[in-house]
């Protein structure tokens, strides 16, 4: 086994590793400055969307997102907080995935962040009828700023 192919259990949640770098890789090609992120709010929201569950809750404003997610014990919640802007850098490094928009780039991890954040949802929309408190998932604009 390489080390990164984790084994899939039968009843365990599970995030398509794949499936995740391919999201990375688009949002890295996306970057957008602080209020800007239309383009990024836009290709998030999609993504969202196929969770389509019942109790999965999504606000925006400006360019930015919560969703909400309700487990069983409304008295604890637990948050998770990704940037979603880029930076005004020129992207110097060759890749199938570089950004595509010159002079901007996720230079510091925040397309890793959104990924991360994303994968998390998924995970808790698989098991949500473990959830024993609220789940709130934030993708913040304009952290850069």
């Known amino acids: 086994m390489a080390a990164f192919d984790y084994p899939k259990n039968e009843g365990v949640a599970f995030v398509e590793q794949e499936e995740l770098i391919a999201i990375r890789r688009q ?4 970057p957008e400055i602080g209020l800007e992120e239309k383009e990024t709010q836009a290709f998030l929201l999609n993504e969202i969307d196929k969770m389509k569950q019942p109790y999965l809750q999504v606000r925006t404003w400006q360019t930015g997102i919560l969703v909400f997610i309700e487990g069983k014990n409304p008295q604890k919640t637990i948050g998770w907080r990704a940037d979603i802007d880029g930076l005004p850098i020129q992207e110097e490094v060759v890749s199938a995935f570089q950004s595509k928009r010159p002079g901007f780039m996720h230079a510091c991890g925040h397309d ?3 990924t991360m954040v ?4 998924r ?5 949500k009828d473990e959830l024993k408190g609220k789940v709130r998932l934030i993708f913040q604009p304009s952290e850069e700023l």
């Open 118 to 121: 994303l994968g998390a949802a």
């Open 123 to 127: 995970l808790l929309a698989q098991r």
């Open 27 to 30: 949002l890295h090609q996306i």
């Open 112 to 114: 890793n962040h959104i």
